[in-house]
């Protein structure tokens, strides 16, 4: 059964552009269970606004939260910290209907007069609920923070396993 | 790091004739020392502040130091320029040479302060350029840059604009500002003056930007470099590493105090 669902998954993600795979896990009763995952293109853009911190220092984090949209619709939140001059690290929160990821990035960081700009990569460190299981792989973290306001603009892309 | 001039730098007829009689005051080997000092302002763990900061060249001999080439500025971890709002806009090397500051927007002034000089053929005392301006350049490799403008009047008459760029540093230190500094020449094909000493503010006090709101331009105050939420222990480390166009170097470190701890209540 757990096949078929499988197959099925499998055809209709790649009608989709998703691909589907099979885990089989042993639950804690020692009888098996199964993780169906699929893997979808991400691209994801937010915009975000300053919740509090101003600006953003080694032990200072700029803590922004928005709406994501793209591949995936929810809130996200982003804590930002600036470790050296040209660096920045992130921890991204991103509450998609029935559960949560949470991913780390970290990125090349240059200021252009009142515009900021990062580009990096990101992982995912876990999930909750249908997002239990996500895992990331080639994920982009790109984006830029008005200096002036600490609005921020991020872009995620690249693939996610669910 | 780019330097600009607009003009060929000349001092008065006067002090060239004067400089007929004298020999070059960096001819000779000489041995260097530097001092430094910085201070916040204000002085507050976590508040917006302007650094001032200033070196002093001497010779252990009294002569004027050889012509500086470049100065690498180390600032204390946690301090750091691209987390403010000062520099919201590019200031062009090019305009600025051309235009002075009016060749650049307000709100890409950095800081400003004033330098002295010994021409080689001075009373050893030093004559002042009274204003150095410093503002945010274009980035080189995705660091900040820092434009420096001296607008010098007489003995020398010169109008420079060179650049430090903003790097990584490690340690104890956040950031350096690396900076190439530009040879003087005291007369057209003649001796380079040397820089005694240099006074320098990076931060918002007395500096006014602007914003465009319902049409019109409101002035404000930009938000500063924050001082460190915690100050290590012996204060925030300042150093700085300073070469000379014979290929000599030296350097010079200085601390800023903890602040004292603010009573609560």
């Known amino acids: ?162 | 790091m780019r330097t600009h001039a607009r003009t060929s730098l000349a001092v008065t007829v006067a002090l060239a004739l004067t400089a007929c009689a004298c020999l070059p005051a960096s001819a000779s080997a000489v041995s260097e020392q530097a001092t430094l000092h910085a201070s916040f302002s204000p002085d507050r763990l976590g508040a917006s502040t302007t650094i001032s900061f200033g070196f002093q060249i001497a010779t252990t001999e009294g002569l004027a130091p050889p012509p500086l080439t470049s100065l690498d500025l180390r600032m204390p971890a946690g301090i750091n320029f691209t987390t403010t709002t000062l520099g919201l806009a590019i200031c062009q090397p090019a305009a600025l040479l051309a235009k002075g500051l009016a060749g650049c927007s307000p709100n890409s002034r950095l800081g400003f302060g004033s330098a002295y000089v010994e021409v080689p053929f001075g009373t050893g005392s030093g004559d002042e350029i009274p204003e150095i301006q410093a503002l945010m350049g274009p980035p080189h490799d995705g660091n900040m840059v820092v434009l420096f403008y001296a607008n010098g009047k007489t003995p020398v008459y010169a109008q420079l604009v060179f650049s430090g760029e903003v790097l990584p540093a490690y340690g104890a230190f956040g950031s350096q500002l690396a900076t190439a500094v530009p040879l003087i020449a005291s007369v057209p094909g003649g001796p380079d003056v040397s820089i005694l000493s240099v006074q320098s503010t990076i931060g918002p006090s007395r500096l006014t930007y602007y914003r465009h709101s319902h049409g019109r331009l409101v002035p404000f105050h930009p938000v500063g470099v924050s001082v460190p939420a915690r100050c290590p222990r012996g204060g925030f480390p300042f150093s700085a590493q300073f070469v000379f166009q014979d290929g000599s170097s030296t350097s010079a470190s200085s601390t800023v105090p903890c602040p004292p701890r603010r009573r609560r209540g």
């Open chain 1, 1 to 162: 059964m757990l096949s078929g669902v499988a197959v099925l998954l499998a055809s209709v993600g790649a009608s989709l552009g998703v691909g589907a795979a099979l885990e089989v896990g042993v639950a804690r009763a020692g009888e098996p269970t199964a993780h169906v995952s699929r893997t979808i293109s991400l691209s994801e853009t937010a915009h975000l606004h300053r919740t509090s911190g101003r600006g953003i220092t080694i032990d200072q984090p700029l803590n922004e939260m928005g709406s994501a949209s793209g591949t995936i619709r929810g809130a996200i939140y982003i804590h930002l910290k600036l470790p050296a001059v040209n660096r920045v690290t992130a921890e991204v929160n991103i509450y998609p209907s029935g559960g949560s990821i949470t991913g780390y990035a970290t990125a090349r960081y240059s200021v252009d007069g009142g515009t900021a700009s990062f580009s990096g990569t990101m992982s995912i460190a876990r999930g909750t609920g249908s997002y239990d299981h996500a895992s990331g792989s080639g994920l982009s973290f790109s984006g830029t923070i008005q200096r002036s306001n600490d609005a921020v603009s991020v872009h995620l892309s690249g693939r996610l396993s669910v």
